[in-house]
Nanobody, 124 residues
Framework: VQLQASGGGLVQAGGSLRLSCAAS????????MGWFRQTPGKEREFVAA????????DYASSVKGRFTISRDNAKNTVYLQMNSLKPEDAAVYYC??????????????????WGQGTLVTVSS
């Protein structure tokens, strides 16, 4: 299984970016998917996650109302729409797949596969 994240870049504060994560394999539609982010010297933190069917999602309080996670199971892709970006949103963003849970997990340790990360830079 491979996860390929893309869509990062440099954006001004208040701007928007959409991250994508394309997955290989035929079982994508069975996995819950999540986005995490990490800055140097800090632990990877939960950003958003979505259930396998897309019926439920959850967000970190710091991004709720600004970020939206979605998925297209026909395309084996999960997205993270990020609006009203702030300098504190700057990080390397990782997508991850959780094979084994029905409920959304906020813990990075529960995710089985990880993408390579895509860098988001927000200028003030």
């Amino acid at each position: 299984v491979q996860l390929q994240a893309s869509g990062g870049g440099l954006v001004q504060a208040g701007g928007s970016l959409r991250l994508s994560c394309a997955a290989s394999g035929r079982t994508f539609s069975r996995w819950n998917m999540g986005w995490f982010r990490q800055t140097p010297g800090k632990e990877r933190e939960f950003v958003a996650a979505i259930t396998s069917t897309g019926g439920k999602s959850d967000y970190a309080s710091s991004v709720k109302g600004r970020f939206t996670i979605s998925r297209d199971n026909a395309k084996n892709t999960v997205y993270l729409q990020m609006n009203s970006l702030k300098p504190e949103d700057a990080a390397v963003y990782y997508c991850a797949a959780d094979r084994g849970n029905l409920l959304i997990s906020l813990a990075a340790a529960n995710y089985d596969y990880w993408g390579q990360g895509t860098l988001v830079t927000v200028s003030s």
